[in-house]
């Protein structure tokens, strides 16, 4: 069974960068979508990256595009999420997520993932 570990948040100041790390355990990530997510308190869960495993491209949200990139190491079993210039706004609990079921498009919608990481968090601040 599939399972995914998320690693890497903590406190930076504002302008810095954190890498996390989202490893899965159980079962290749192979083709299927990926996502990363984030929740910030008293917030919906939003949408940041997709990728998709039919073709391997990367899509983001625009609050997030030029300072964010999302990769996937294969032989590792591992994506990244790679944020740069973080801002106050960035704080919160950062998710990452696998959609088992679809071959279509990855999407932004977390109703499309059914497996999820425990999160970690991620504290931008002076």
């Known amino acids: 069974q599939l399972q995914l570990v998320e690693s890497g948040g903590g406190w930076v100041q504002p302008g810095g960068s954190l890498r996390l790390s989202c490893n899965a355990s159980?079962?290749?990530?192979?083709?299927?979508?990926i996502g990363w997510f984030r929740q910030a308190p008293g917030r919906e869960r939003e949408g940041l990256a997709c990728?998709?495993?039919?073709?391997?491209?990367?899509y983001y949200v625009d609050s997030v595009k030029g300072r964010f990139t999302m990769s996937k190491n294969s032989a590792k079993n591992t994506v990244y999420l790679q944020m740069n210039s973080l801002r106050t706004w960035d704080t919160a609990v950062y998710y990452c997520a696998v959609d088992t079921r679809t071959a279509f498009m990855c999407s932004l919608g977390q109703n499309e993932y059914d497996t999820w990481g425990q999160g970690t968090q991620v504290t931008v601040s002076s």
């Open positions: 990728h998709y495993g039919g073709s391997g491209d990367e």
């Open positions: 159980g079962t290749l990530l192979g083709h299927y979508n």
